[in-house]
């Protein structure tokens, strides 16, 4: 397929002026003392889950098992979403190296572990020293999109990510390999606008490329997938921050992303189904918080909200495989709609210790991906999940959290039955080590 | 079969146009100021800055004075000061680790990233005390460089005013003699403050206090720290501690001193056992004070001691 590759002479751009820009400045000036030496900080964040489902409701919310099982390289088969097992669970450890390169570069590995898998799930390289408030990350990292995307667990409220960052993006969020390039306006409102080109492969864009096949019986049937070099996916963010004075902060955002390849096959013992597209998201976040100005957090508040909502337009195709090479098939084309939001309050109702209340719905539209119905097509619809939770946090000393949670799950599934579950969790986490600032 | 070359080539061709955006955005020119604009995290460095740059600088304060300076977030409005900035002053040695370096990090600003000259660290400036932190057991709240509550300290502050004088005569060299006129005035000003209040308060005093913050008035009072309420600092005091306290401290005199967003309650519990008054003080003056802010909060600070 011929095609047009704009993006390389961008990508060799933005790269040149990253490391050309901060080593013109960086002539100007030797530090007294040694803080621009080489200088790695390590940190160690362990995470214990204890998890008891007190009562069995739908694992599976409606009309989101599509991207979120299929595509995912380390699938988590646990019975349920959570990937926590009745009992007790290592929950989502983290090891933390960072460093950085005099005023230039800050240096980032961030390596997740749990009992079966370790991972790295950020990796990169973040300027420090370009001009004119702009900045360029490189690496795999956590896309800035909405809120919660970009932090890691021992910065949420929850146990447990936000069912709409879940299943619209997967099990880490969006994580993505790519070049990220933000600019901060000198206004005095604080405003971030920010651009992602990222390789694009997924749960929320699955992948498959050129060249697969599927055979029985000496008939085999080829994809039809096309190659498409990355970057397949483009975001783009927007944050907004007033100043509100000593005891009020807020943030709101907005993002979107644009992927222009959406491939997944399904084979089966007649034949192979393909979903080809494109798709896209967009979506707002807010955040509040309220400092009472007294000692340990007591009579603080964090309220923090976002909506999300994605389309993936998808042509479809099954074909049936065939000794006499006559193939039988069905295609068609339809749009997946679905969506999701949560909201949460924090609240610290004494010194070290807080309490929070979360709701979240899940595919408020819930159109799913375009499936086989006798011998046309349809685009099912479904309804619409939901989740509430509740939290106390402890704070013993600084570094340290136990949290206890309660989930009632209200989730449907594809066939429009409802039902209840009831989950308690508690959580420890223990950051160990030099453990660096907390993002607002 | 799959017509999608067209959207694939219009999302090429947008990336490349927001790519060549923000280029040219990077190559407009710097607005330059007149004035040096300085971002100080703490209303004692606030103080240095607004003294010694006077009508040639504009000096925003970060951590409410009323706050504790060790637990803030990194506020976006934060990181829009920071963005502006031609300086930032802090005091270092960890106070300021939990939210500092990440609105630095947020504020894609080179001019005042670390190393940079438009960074102002106090803790590089001044020798500074053991902490306790660095002797007991680690709790997470280390201070491994030495006790970095040096704002109540006017004698360090006036080696501060002029390290700062001469740091802000670098970035502004038109303006340097000033900058150090005014600094060495600001010196001289905190140091004899400093020498007429040790003369006003009644020698060997003895003070417990709640955190290590006001560990520095035994640096230019005539005081000695006896006992901290927090059993370990970030701490709240416990009941044991508390009593512990007592039980060393029976039968003799002194003052309980705390900080105004620290709770009271340690503090009045040793006022009920050993009969010593306690005094909740401000750490650092008001957000928008000068000189005389200072001055006058040091007297604060003396006044709560039984004077000669």
């Known amino acids: 397929m011929p095609r047009t590759h704009y993006t390389r002479p961008v990508l060799a751009g933005l790269t040149a002026l990253t490391l050309a820009a901060p080593g013109a400045a960086a002539a100007q000036w030797a530090a007294?003392?040694?803080?621009?030496?080489?200088?790695?900080?390590?940190?160690?964040?362990?995470?214990?889950?204890?998890?008891?489902?007190?009562?069995?409701?739908?694992?599976?919310?409606?009309?989101?098992?599509d991207g979120h099982d299929h595509g995912h390289s380390h699938g988590h088969d646990h019975g349920h979403d959570h990937g926590f097992d009745d009992g007790f669970n290592l929950g989502h450890s983290e090891l933390v190296f960072e460093a950085n390169l005099g005023d230039l570069f800050d240096g980032v590995v961030m390596i997740g572990f749990d009992e079966d898998h370790l991972e790295v799930e950020e990796a990169y390289l973040v300027t420090r020293g370009l001009p004119?408030?702009?900045?360029?990350?490189?690496?795999r990292f956590l896309s800035d999109i909405g809120y919660i995307n970009s932090r890691h667990v021992h910065d949420w409220d929850f146990v447990d990510r936000p069912l709409v960052n879940e299943f619209l993006f997967g099990d880490h969020g969006l994580q993505e390999t790519g070049v990220q390039a933000t600019w901060v306006a000198p206004t005095e409102t604080y405003t971030q606008l920010?651009?992602?080109?990222?390789?694009?492969?997924?749960?929320?864009?699955?992948?498959?490329?050129?060249?697969?096949?599927?055979?029985?019986?000496?008939?085999?049937?080829?994809?039809?997938?096309?190659?498409?070099?990355?970057?397949?996916?483009?975001?783009?963010?927007?944050?907004?921050?007033?100043?509100?004075?000593?005891?009020?902060?807020?943030?709101?955002?907005?993002?979107?992303?644009?992927?222009?390849?959406?491939?997944?096959?399904?084979?089966?013992?007649?034949?192979?189904?393909?979903?080809?597209?494109?798709?896209?998201?967009?979506?707002?976040?807010?955040?509040?918080?309220?400092?009472?100005?007294?000692?340990?957090?007591?009579?603080?508040?964090?309220?923090?909200?976002?909506?999300?909502?994605?389309?993936?337009?998808?042509?479809?195709?099954r074909r049936q495989f065939d000794t006499n090479h006559e193939r039988h098939g069905i295609t068609g084309s339809g749009t997946s709609k679905q969506d999701g939001l949560y909201i949460q309050g924090v609240y610290g109702f004494a010194p070290r210790w807080e309490a929070g209340l979360r709701a979240e719905a899940l595919g408020l539209t819930n159109r799913g991906r375009i499936e086989r119905?006798?011998?046309?097509?349809?685009?099912?619809?479904?309804?619409?999940?939901?989740?509430?939770?509740?939290?106390?946090?402890?704070?013993?000393?600084?570094?340290?959290?136990?949290?206890?949670?309660?989930?009632?799950?209200?989730?449907?599934?594809?066939?429009?039955?409802?039902?209840?579950?009831?989950?308690?969790?508690?959580?420890?986490?223990?950051?160990?080590?030099?453990?660096?600032?907390?993002?607002? | 079969m799959f017509p999608r070359k067209t959207r694939r080539?219009?999302?090429?061709?947008?990336?490349?146009?927001?790519?060549?955006?923000?280029?040219?955005?990077?190559?407009?020119?710097?607005?330059?100021?007149?004035?040096?604009?300085?971002?100080?995290?703490?209303?004692?460095?606030?103080?240095?800055?607004?003294?010694?740059?006077?009508?040639?600088?504009?000096?925003?304060?970060?951590?409410?004075?009323?706050?504790?300076?060790?637990?803030?977030?990194?506020?976006?409005?934060?990181?829009?000061?920071?963005r502006r900035a031609d300086m930032l002053l802090e005091l270092g040695a960890g106070l300021e680790e939990g939210w500092l370096p990440a609105a630095q990090r947020g504020a894609n600003n080179r001019a005042i990233?670390?190393?940079?000259?438009?960074?102002?660290?106090?803790?590089?400036?001044?020798?500074?005390?053991?902490?306790?932190?660095?002797?007991?057991?680690?709790?997470g709240h280390v201070h491994a460089e030495g006790n970095p509550h040096f704002n109540s300290d006017p004698l360090r502050l006036a080696e501060l005013a002029l390290a700062l004088g001469q740091r802000m005569g670098e970035l502004r060299p038109e303006h340097a003699d000033t900058f150090m006129e005014r600094a060495?005035?600001?010196?001289?000003?905190?140091?004899?403050?400093?020498?007429?209040?040790?003369?006003?308060?009644?020698?060997?005093?003895?003070?417990?206090?709640?955190?290590?913050d006001l560990d520095y008035l035994e640096e230019w009072l005539p005081v000695e720290v006896v006992g901290y309420l927090e059993p370990a600092p970030g701490i709240p005091p416990t009941a044991r501690h508390l009593r512990r306290l007592v039980g060393d401290l029976e039968g003799?005199?002194?003052?309980?001193?705390?900080?105004?967003?620290?709770?009271?309650?340690?503090?009045?519990?040793?006022?009920?056992?050993?009969?010593?008054?306690?005094?909740?003080?401000?750490?650092?003056?008001?957000?928008?004070?000068?000189?005389?802010?200072?001055?006058?909060?040091?007297?604060?600070?003396?006044?709560?001691?039984?004077?000669?």
């Open chain 1, 132 to 139: 004119a408030g702009f900045q360029v990350k490189a690496g």
């Open chain 2, 113 to 139: 990233n670390s190393g940079q000259p438009g960074h102002f660290r106090g803790a590089d400036q001044v020798e500074l005390r053991r902490s306790i932190t660095m002797d007991g057991p680690n709790m």
């Open chain 2, 184 to 212: 060495e005035h600001t010196a001289e000003r905190l140091r004899a403050h400093a020498e007429a209040l040790a003369e006003q308060v009644a020698p060997d005093q003895r003070i417990v206090v709640y955190h290590e």
């Open chain 1, 373 to 440: 119905d006798g011998l046309d097509t349809t685009v099912p619809s479904f309804g619409t999940s939901y989740r509430h939770s509740a939290q106390v946090t402890f704070r013993p000393v600084e570094p340290v959290f136990l949290r206890a949670q309660l989930s009632q799950n209200d989730f449907i599934d594809d066939h429009g039955h409802r039902d209840r579950g009831l989950e308690f969790l508690l959580q420890l986490n223990v950051a160990l080590g030099a453990h660096g600032a907390h993002r607002f």
């Open chain 2, 9 to 82: 080539h219009l999302t090429r061709t947008f990336a490349a146009v927001v790519a060549a955006t923000l280029l040219t955005l990077a190559l407009l020119p710097a607005q330059a100021a007149a004035g040096l604009n300085i971002v100080a995290t703490t209303s004692s460095l606030g103080v240095l800055a607004r003294e010694i740059g006077a009508d040639q600088a504009e000096v925003r304060v970060l951590a409410p004075p009323d706050r504790d300076a060790h637990y803030l977030d990194a506020r976006p409005s934060f990181m829009a000061a920071l």
């Open chain 1, 194 to 317: 920010g651009i992602e080109l990222l390789q694009g492969d997924n749960s929320f864009i699955p992948y498959e490329g050129a060249g697969g096949s599927h055979s029985r019986d000496g008939d085999t049937i080829h994809s039809s997938f096309s190659d498409v070099s990355g970057p397949r996916l483009i975001t783009a963010f927007a944050k907004f921050g007033p100043d509100l004075g000593p005891d009020h902060a807020a943030q709101f955002g907005i993002s979107g992303g644009y992927a222009d390849t959406w491939q997944q096959q399904t084979e089966h013992g007649s034949g192979l189904e393909e979903w080809d597209g494109d798709a896209w998201f967009a979506g707002i976040d807010a955040v509040y918080k309220y400092s009472s100005g007294r000692a340990y957090g007591h009579g603080d508040w964090r309220l923090q909200g976002e909506y999300f909502y994605r389309e993936v337009d998808l042509d479809y195709q």
């Open chain 2, 252 to 308: 003799t005199e002194g003052t309980v001193l705390y900080a105004e967003f620290q709770p009271p309650r340690g503090a009045e519990f040793l006022e009920r056992n050993l009969g010593w008054p306690t005094h909740a003080v401000p750490l650092d003056p008001p957000a928008d004070a000068g000189l005389d802010g200072y001055l006058e909060l040091m007297s604060t600070w003396a006044q709560t001691l039984p004077q000669r």
């Open chain 1, 32 to 65: 007294p003392g040694d803080d621009s030496a080489w200088d790695l900080d390590i940190s160690l964040i362990l995470e214990g889950v204890y998890f008891n489902e007190l009562s069995e409701g739908i694992s599976d919310p409606a009309g989101f098992d």
